[in-house]
């Protein structure tokens, strides 16, 4: 399936490099509200048309050998919705999950949550619980999904534990350091993203990952989230693939 992805080699088509694949990609999917409303639908269409496209976008990331994807699916703001939007948008996860953990599992994707999960409701939580037993020992593609996920909750959480830690004596001030934060983070084992792509025009962060897009690059489309497509995904890899990455050092000679 990478050889095909690889061969289509129209003009307009991206052509990406089997080199040099990022190897964590985040999303903000954004758009789902505006795309329905453009189409005289409620926003809880646009937002079930997203749930389709992630599942598509999943197995394409797969496919390009990304090794793990984050998807910012509820923000700890988006409490602040109608409650009637929060409503929707829960029993969408839940049904997502429920429909597509065993579709995710035969394609060896492996399902993890990130994101103050004790917050949400009980039957959500054992169904998360669920999808990341089931998939937990799968090797391709790891799925974070981020729900009731704030990066500055996930900062402060972090830094709660640790003043416990410095506390009870277990940790010392210069154990600090930023590998030691990563690793108090939802994110410990895949941390640093290489691409964080945001559909539907708008260019911010929404306190998605804050700590963890310290040297991604970028990527932005006016598509909004329900029109993306794998094409897309290519066409900001190979985007991807052209950025120089610095780090804060100098171009190599
Ligand atoms: C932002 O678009 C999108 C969300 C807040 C929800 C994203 C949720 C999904 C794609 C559903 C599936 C999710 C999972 C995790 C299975 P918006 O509503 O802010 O759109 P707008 O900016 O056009 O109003």
Redesign the pocket.
């Known amino acids: 399936m990478l050889k095909t992805l690889f061969k289509r080699s129209s003009a307009e088509k991206p052509i990406i490099e089997d080199q040099n694949i990022p190897r964590h990609v985040a999303i903000?999917?954004?758009?789902?509200?505006?795309?329905?409303?453009r189409r005289g639908m409620p926003?809880s269409m646009?937002?079930?048309a997203?749930?389709d496209?992630?599942k598509q976008i999943v197995i394409g990331a797969d496919e390009i050998g990304i090794k793990a994807l984050t998807?910012?699916?509820?923000?700890t703001e988006?409490w602040k919705?109608p409650e009637q939007?929060v409503s929707f948008?829960m029993s969408?996860?839940k049904e997502?999950?429920q429909n597509?953990v065993s579709y995710m599992h035969e394609h060896n994707v492996r399902i993890r949550f990130i994101g103050h999960i004790h917050g949400l409701s009980e039957e959500l939580q054992e169904i998360i619980a669920e999808s990341e037993e089931l998939t937990a020992n799968n090797t391709g593609l790891t799925l974070q999904?981020?729900?009731n996920y704030g990066g500055r909750d996930e900062i402060v959480r972090a830094m709660r534990k640790m003043v416990e830690s410095v506390k009870s004596g277990t940790l010392q001030s210069d154990d600090i350091t930023e590998s030691y934060v990563s690793e108090q983070l939802f994110t410990k084992e895949f941390s640093d993203v290489d691409l964080l792509i945001r559909p539907?025009s708008?260019y911010r962060i929404s306190n998605f990952l804050l700590w963890q897009l310290a040297y991604a690059e970028f990527w932005f489309t006016s598509l909004?989230?329900p029109e993306f497509t794998k094409e897309t995904l290519l066409e900001a890899v190979a985007a991807y693939q052209k950025r120089e990455r610095r780090f804060g050092g100098l171009q190599e000679e």
């Open positions: 903000i999917m954004d758009g789902n509200g505006r795309w329905a409303k926003r646009g937002h079930r997203g749930a496209v992630l998807v910012y699916g509820f923000s988006n919705r939007e948008l969408l996860i997502y999950l597509n999904l981020a729900i539907s708008d909004h989230w």
